[in-house]
C-alpha cells in the first residue's frame, strides 16, 4: 500500500508517516523546506510546499503505482481573534494552504490514485471547521481565529465537492485528528500525535465506502 502525506516534517504529519510505515506501507513524505531526505526504509522525504504547483520530485517519487491514499495534512492557523484584529491576508494565507493545498495535490495525483482498487482521499480537517456546530455556538468563547474556522469550513466544502465530483471512484473523508500536544494543539490538548496517527491508520484499511464523510478519530461521525 502507498500513502502520500503532507505537512511531514513534524506534528501529526511526522507521526503519521512513523505509523504508516510501522504498519507496512510505502509512504512519500512531503516536507516544506530542507533537502529532501534519501529513502528511509519504507520512508522517502520530498520537499513540497503545498502553496506551489506539485513538483516532480514528489510525482516521480509515487512514479506509475496506485496510490492508495493521499493524506492532506499540512495546516496552519493564524492570529486575528476578533474584528478589530483580523488581517483579510491572513485568511487568504490560511486558505492557500488549507484548500488549495489539498486541491492542488487531488488534480496531480488523480492519475495515480484511481489506478489504486479502493483509493482514498484524506482532507486532515477541525471540528471547528462544522458550519452547524459553529452555528449552534458549540466552540463559542474558544476564541478560534476568523482564518481558521474560515479555511477549515472551505476545506470541508472541497472534500464534499471531490467526493461528489469523484463519486465510486475515489473516496473523500475530512477527518478531525482530536485535540494533539502539537505546536498548533492548544492547552486542553490530551491526545499525542502518534496516538492520533495509530488511529488513523487502522481507519485507514475500513472498507466503509461512504463519501463524503466527517469524523473525528476520537469518536465517530460529525455534522457537516
Ligand atoms: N493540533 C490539533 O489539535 C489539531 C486539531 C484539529 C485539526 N488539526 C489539523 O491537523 C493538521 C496537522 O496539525 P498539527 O497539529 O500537526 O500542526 P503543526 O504541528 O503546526 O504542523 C503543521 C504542519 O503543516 C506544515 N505546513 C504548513 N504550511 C505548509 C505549506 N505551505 N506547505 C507544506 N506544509 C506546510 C508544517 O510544515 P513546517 O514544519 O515547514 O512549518 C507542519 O509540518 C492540520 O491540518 C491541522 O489543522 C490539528
Not at 529532501?36 to 520530485?57: F, H, M, N, S
Request: glycine share 12%; hydrophobic share 45%; with cysteine.
Amino acid at each position: 500500500m502507498l500513502a502520500v502525506v503532507t505537512g511531514a516534517g513534524r506534528g501529526f504529519g511526522a507521526a503519521l508517516v512513523d505509523c504508516l510505515a510501522g504498519a507496512g506501507w510505502d509512504v512519500v513524505a512531503c516536507v516544506r523546506a530542507g533537502a529532501a531526505a534519501g529513502p528511509r526504509g519504507r520512508v522517502r522525504t520530498v520537499v513540497q510546499d503545498v502553496r506551489e504547483p506539485v513538483g516532480a520530485e514528489l510525482l516521480a517519487a509515487v512514479g506509475e503505482r496506485g496510490l492508495d491514499v493521499l493524506v492532506n495534512n499540512a495546516g496552519v492557523g493564524a492570529p486575528g481573534r476578533g474584528l478589530a484584529e483580523v488581517d483579510p491576508q491572513s485568511i487568504l494565507h490560511a486558505v492557500d494552504v488549507n484548500v488549495a493545498g489539498p486541491l492542488r495535490l487531488a488534480q496531480a495525483l488523480l492519475p495515480r490514485l484511481v489506478a489504486a482498487p479502493a483509493p482514498l482521499i484524506v482532507n486532515v480537517s477541525s471540528r471547528l471547521g462544522s458550519l452547524s456546530a459553529q452555528a449552534a455556538g458549540e466552540f463559542a468563547g474558544r476564541g478560534t481565529s476568523y482564518a481558521y474556522r474560515v479555511s477549515k469550513a472551505a476545506q470541508n466544502m472541497l472534500t464534499i465537492a471531490l467526493a461528489q465530483e469523484l463519486a465510486g471512484r475515489v473516496r473523500c473523508w475530512a477527518v478531525h485528528p482530536g485535540r494533539l500536544t502539537t505546536a498548533m494543539g492548544g492547552p486542553g490538548a490530551d491526545t499525542t500525535p502518534h496516538e492520533a496517527a495509530d488511529r488513523l491508520v487502522r481507519l485507514l484499511s475500513s472498507p466503509d465506502q461512504r463519501s463524503p464523510r466527517y469524523l473525528s478519530l476520537d469518536g465517530g461521525d460529525l455534522r457537516w
